[in-house]
């Protein structure tokens, strides 16, 4: 039972903490539920990035090739009527196969011209696409059945109750954990108010929630219960794909094959000559890069309909880049932490943009790009000033803040 | 049926293709061949440099004056891109693919920020720059044999500034042995930003030359980013002449396909940059 908790629940009180405000995010606020699950797309395919570059030390720069593949295989399947979660699993597996491929030329082309080979291949891919059709290749899906299902929310509210309990069960532990005593006073006075917090965003839910059941029960038409419910279970999907990515990446890098990635990133020559196969950890490394950045590309069909073929662009790799990097390359949740960051920002960014278009100089398509800009320039900048990221930054670094900020108290 | 006429405009397309390739690679043989800096910026660089030279032609109106513009906004952003970005990471290839990549895309954004529907080079009157001859039935742009000049003269004046002139043989002792060159009184940081500024600017100028043929367009900087790469790839690293070679095949490898099997496109050049990577990962013209 231990060891079953370890493995799917985070440790801590910070995990169950975010877990929960994650869930409570597209109640409080409905016009998040449909920008942020893309947001998870993002940090998911960082939290796949950083085992190619992060764990395994393998500079790729195709990254968006798996993602792109398992995207369009996706869109195909769920055309020809096979159900969401299913198209997921062939989809990830083929992502993941392909990108073994794409690994096979790192046998004789080492280190950074392998980067550069990676970012042809995935180039010309785009390009062969886009120059054989002559048009723009896209596959549009129609509403996804299984998201319109109201079974997604009575998951959705289960899933919020548990870790509402299990929030205020660790925030109770943390607490009287805590010896000295103006600490614990001043962490009482802040779980204090996030659970006020999650209170009212559980009211919000239940009631929100209680009285649409009751229109549904009365014999709402089925456009109205499709625009309630697909978001949120679009969220769901999401974010259960992020979490549940997350606990196997952090399982299997814990494991000991990765440690043999780590060690192989290392000294791979050393590796080498104690006895482990560097060329097929390298290998296995892309499979499993692969699939989770496959089911990020499918996620990334149930948020955005139309697959085209600039899903096998460079910006799809930029993207993964800048969360595995802003949040730290080799940490476990950093990634996440730079996904959701970076995606939160482009979010934001993109909602002042409007605000600029009254000055009057820029076009609205001009406009669209200027989140991209301000975050290039904080990629730049977090890769000159934080070589390790926030997240590694703050685990390196971070315990003399703490203690700073201890000794005000 | 082949025509010869078909031949003589594949072999001239060629050409001028070669010639636009090498005037893209050109810094980066200094920058990537010679220093070992991995600069995936080069190719937006390239465009941007077609970008300004146009705006400049709108603004003056004089070609020459455009391009020694162009040439010093080359010069400064070197300057800045060297000074901000490379310094910190000499030594570092993996930061320095980091940095460059997002130089890259900021770039890019930066371009279609400012031109967002991209910018034609007008028709002049001037013969070299807009006109055409007939030469056995097919009527060539001037302005392709000025660049396939250009292009054999850079090649020229390049070789002799790299292995003749001091600046060259500092430059190639410096990448050589840092600290044995430093002791024979080179001064290697100078150097080296002296080296990339130039490297810069020469791909701004690069630029510059090729956008009266080609107009500036966002696909400019997106084509010739890789294909830059491909040629010290291909040519073999520290081989300046392999440059050369270099884009003379991979010119007339994409203008041969394009001409007699369309539907290869783009995508034939990046090939090419793989088998060579694959099969003979020094390069092919390697000295």
């Known amino acids: ?409 | 049926m082949v025509s010869p006429e078909l031949i003589l405009s594949a072999i001239i397309d060629g050409l001028t293709y070669s010639s636009m390739i090498y005037l893209a690679a050109i810094g980066l043989v200094i920058i990537f061949g010679l220093m070992d800096v991995f600069n995936l910026a080069q190719g937006a660089f390239f465009g941007l440099g077609a970008y300004l030279f146009v705006t400049f032609y709108y603004m003056t109106n004089n070609f020459l004056l455009s391009l020694l513009l162009t040439f010093l906004i080359g010069i400064v952003l070197g300057l800045l891109t060297e000074r901000a970005i490379i310094r910190p990471v000499y030594g570092n290839p993996l930061a320095q693919l980091l940095l460059t990549m997002g130089l890259m895309t900021l770039l890019y954004t930066f371009m279609q920020l400012i031109w967002p529907t991209g910018l034609v080079f007008p028709e002049t009157q001037n013969f070299l720059l807009s006109g055409y001859i007939q030469l056995a039935d097919v009527r060539i742009r001037i302005y392709k044999f000025v660049l396939i000049v250009i292009g054999f003269v850079l090649f020229g004046t390049m070789s002799t500034l790299l292995s003749k002139t001091m600046i060259g043989i500092k430059l190639r002792a410096g990448t050589e042995n840092r600290e044995l060159a430093t002791v024979f009184g080179v001064d290697i940081s100078m150097l080296f930003t002296s080296a990339f500024t130039f490297g810069v600017a020469l791909a701004l100028l690069g630029g510059a030359l090729v956008a009266p043929l080609t107009h500036a367009t966002i696909e400019l900087p997106v084509h010739f980013s890789l294909l830059a790469f491909a040629i010290p790839v291909v040519g073999g690293m520290k081989s300046y002449s392999g440059a050369f070679y270099a884009s003379l095949l991979i010119g007339f490898v994409d203008r041969l396909v394009a001409y007699f099997i369309p539907q290869l496109g783009f995508a034939i050049d990046l090939i090419v940059m793989i088998v060579v990577l694959v099969v003979k990962p020094e390069g092919i013209f390697k000295r």
């Open chain 1, 1 to 409: 039972m231990e060891k079953l908790r370890n493995y799917l629940l985070p440790n801590r009180f910070l995990g169950y903490l975010s877990l929960t405000i994650l869930l409570a995010i597209p109640w409080l606020d409905r016009s998040l539920a449909t920008g942020i699950p893309l947001t998870f797309v993002w940090a998911l395919l960082a939290l796949s990035y950083n085992i190619v570059l992060g764990f395994a030390g393998i500079p790729s720069f195709g990254h968006a090739v798996p993602f792109g593949v398992a995207a369009f295989v996706t869109a195909m399947l769920l055309k020809q009527g096979v159900p969401f979660l299913l198209s997921l699993i062939p989809a990830a597996l083929i992502s993941g196969a392909v990108y073994v491929g794409m690994g096979l030329p790192g046998y004789r082309v080492r280190g950074l011209y392998y980067g550069i080979l990676t970012l042809a291949i995935s180039e010309a891919i785009r390009a062969t696409i886009e120059y054989s059709a002559q048009t723009t290749v896209a596959v549009t899906v129609s509403t996804i059945p299984e998201m319109a299902s109201l079974e997604g929310l009575y998951l959705y509210l289960a899933l919020f109750t548990i870790f509402l309990a299990l929030s205020l069960v660790t925030g109770m532990m943390d607490i009287i954990s805590t010896k000295r005593k103006r600490q614990k006073v001043l962490k009482t006075l802040i779980v204090i108010l996030l659970f006020i917090f999650l209170a009212y965003s559980g009211y919000v839910i239940f009631s929100s929630s209680a009285t649409f059941l009751q229109e549904v029960g009365s014999g709402l038409p089925y456009v109205r219960i499709l625009r309630f419910v697909y978001p949120l279970n679009v969220y769901l999907v999401s974010l259960l794909s992020l979490y549940i990515s997350y606990l196997l990446i952090k399982r299997i890098i814990t494991s000991p094959l990765g440690s043999t990635f780590i060690a192989i990133r290392e000294n791979p020559v050393r590796a080498s000559v104690i006895g482990y196969n560097v060329f097929l950890h390298q290998l296995i490394a892309f499979f499993i890069s692969g699939v989770f950045a496959g089911v990020a590309g499918s996620v990334y069909v149930a948020c955005i309909p139309t697959i085209q073929p600039d899903v096998f662009a460079t910006d799809k790799t930029f993207i993964a880049m800048t969360g595995a990097i802003l949040g730290g390359l080799g940490t476990f949740v950093g990634p996440a932490i730079g996904g959701i960051l970076a995606g939160f920002l482009r979010d934001y960014l993109s909602t002042i943009t409007p605000a600029l278009i009254s000055l009057g100089f820029l076009s609205l398509q001009q406009l669209q790009l200027f989140p991209s800009l301000i975050l290039g320039l904080l990629y730049i900048i977090v890769v000159l000033a934080l070589p390790y990221g926030i997240y590694g930054t703050w685990l390196l670094k971070g315990w003399k803040l703490k203690r700073k900020i201890e000794s005000i108290f």
